[in-house]
Structure formats: structure tokens, C-alpha cells
């Protein structure tokens, strides 16, 4: 599969970081991915994983550096929760403006979490029927979902 990379309409902030144009409070890095402390945290220690290849979503993404990325949150989070005492943590992806993503460069926000510490990130359950179900299910088994 051919990669495709996202090219930025203006300066990305993320590829500045990469370039060592913006200071950032970094954590790890290595030549496909770099991970920062967030300067808008939810809780200290949010984390960014960042890739430096720009690419703009998950599904821009190869499959070896997406791979990578969710390996090394996988490693964060652990460290995460031992170095800092965290209770839990989250590891999230949001994909395009309408899902939150404020930056257009694929990134992973890993946050500590806390009992009582007032974030929610949960949303309000809707009610699925069967019917919709199998129907949404049908929908999307049409794209070819392996190999």
C-alpha cells in the first residue's frame, strides 16, 4: 500500500515540535514517533505521542507506525501509572475536527487518571435497536476489513 502523507495547509505546530522549532517537554523519542508532555493537560502528565512523519489520521497511517505508536502508549501507560501513582488512564485518538482533534497530525493523548479527579469523558448512551444494528453491521462489512 502506498503511504500517504498528509500535507499541512499552514504550519503545524506538531511538525515544529518535531523540527525543534518549538520548545517541547519531551519524554521519549525515536526516529518514527516522538512523545512530549501536552502544555494543556487534563491531568499532569497528559501525554502526546506524535508522529513525525505528518500524517493527518489513523486511517493516513501506515500500519508498521501505527503499530509502533500504540505499542509505545501501551509502554507509557505503564510507566505512566507507576511513576506518577495514576489509578487508571485513558489512551485516545480523535480523528478529524468534528471528533475533537484539534491539531490535523495523527497524535495519542495518554492521561493519567485519578479518582475524583472531575474529568469525563464519557458520553450519553443511545438506545440501539437490532434491526439498526445488523443493518450498520452489514454497512460496513462491505469494505474489505482484512489483509
Not at 501525554?47 to 501506515?62: Q, R, Y
Request: glycine share 4%; proline share 6%; charged share 25%.
Amino acid at each position: 500500500m502506498e503511504e500517504k502523507t498528509t500535507a499541512p495547509h499552514t504550519p503545524c505546530i506538531f511538525c515544529r515540535i518535531v523540527k525543534g522549532e518549538i520548545p517541547s517537554t519531551i519524554i521519549y523519542e525515536d526516529n518514527t514517533l516522538i512523545c512530549f508532555l501536552d502544555i494543556a493537560p487534563a491531568n499532569t502528565g497528559h501525554s502526546l505521542i506524535v508522529t513525525k512523519k505528518h500524517f493527518e489520521t489513523v486511517t493516513d497511517l501506515p500500519d508498521d507506525t501505527l503499530q509502533h505508536l500504540a505499542v509505545f502508549a501501551k509502554k507509557l501507560a505503564k510507566a505512566m501509572s507507576f511513576a506518577l501513582a495514576a489509578e487508571g488512564f485513558n489512551v485516545l485518538m480523535n480523528n478529524r475536527k468534528v471528533a475533537g482533534q484539534l491539531v490535523p497530525h495523527a497524535h495519542i493523548h495518554v492521561i493519567p487518571r485519578y479518582a475524583r479527579d472531575g474529568i469525563d469523558l464519557n458520553w450519553r448512551p443511545r438506545k440501539a435497536l437490532p434491526a439498526l444494528l445488523r443493518d450498520c453491521a452489514d454497512k460496513i462489512k462491505r469494505f474489505k476489513l482484512t489483509g
